[in-house]
């Protein structure tokens, strides 16, 4: 993966203090977050496990600025998140964060270097210079020779791979992966794993991956646990 000066922003920081969520309904309060008190340093690799509920997936979602905190703050770099209005936000998520999810989330019908193009487009990036970085991509994730392949016409963990290079797209600082091995083999979960852990040793990308599978974790340096919404 010879990707030197391929990209241009290195990782930031990550600080939570006093983070709360809480999940109301006509029946029950629920508290997914209590309180936490987290940081990460700029070009960390770093992952947390726990089980199903521990709060893990919102924790990522509010670092994303997919949802909304209850109390607290989120520092990212020099955003702080619970600041910003909802035009930033969206700034914030299309620039800033490439998110990789489980299941992933490729529209069938494009080509896996049409996938990649789509956030570049919104993010108003020239054709010729979008083209030249997702090539660049798909050859960093070893895919070079399947970019005209649709999303069925590759394997599972081909299309996680193309879902990493569509996190990378828009050259982001922080890398957020929820549960992104949760659907390979032992194989392709090391590989993966070795990606990440790639894009911070060599990029300085920040990487925050939250997984219940020890497999996965192996490749960081830096694993932190949950229980009942609190680090333990």
């Not at 300085?204 to 694993?223: L, N, R, Y």
Request: proline share 4%.
């Amino acid at each position: 993966m010879s990707t030197d000066g391929f990209f241009v922003n290195r990782g930031i920081s990550v600080k939570v203090s006093e983070l709360t969520k809480v999940y109301k309904t006509s029946a029950e309060e629920v508290r997914a977050l209590k309180g936490i008190e987290w940081e990460v340093g700029p070009g960390e690799a770093v992952a947390f496990m726990g089980p199903s509920g521990c709060g893990k997936t919102t924790l990522l979602n509010l670092l994303g600025g997919v949802d909304h905190p209850s109390d607290g703050q989120i520092q990212v770099g020099d955003q702080n998140l619970t600041s910003l209005s909802e035009r930033e936000m969206e700034r914030y998520r299309l620039l800033r964060v490439g998110f990789v999810f489980q299941f992933f989330n490729l529209i069938p019908t494009l080509t896996a270097l049409e996938n990649l193009e789509l956030p570049m487009l919104i993010a108003g990036i020239a054709p010729s210079e979008r083209v030249k970085r997702c090539e660049g991509l798909l050859q960093m994730v070893g895919l070079g020779e399947k970019m005209n392949k649709r999303p069925e016409e590759l394997s599972g963990g081909e299309q996680q791979r193309v879902a990493v290079a569509l996190a990378l797209a828009n050259d982001p600082a922080l890398i957020l992966a929820d549960e992104p091995t949760g659907n390979l083999d032992t194989e392709n979960t090391t590989a993966i794993a070795a990606l990440f852990a790639f894009l911070a040793e060599r990029h300085g990308k920040t990487v925050i991956m939250a997984s219940h599978d020890p497999k996965a974790v192996e490749q960081f340096k830096k694993v932190y646990h949950m229980r009942d919404g609190r680090f333990i």
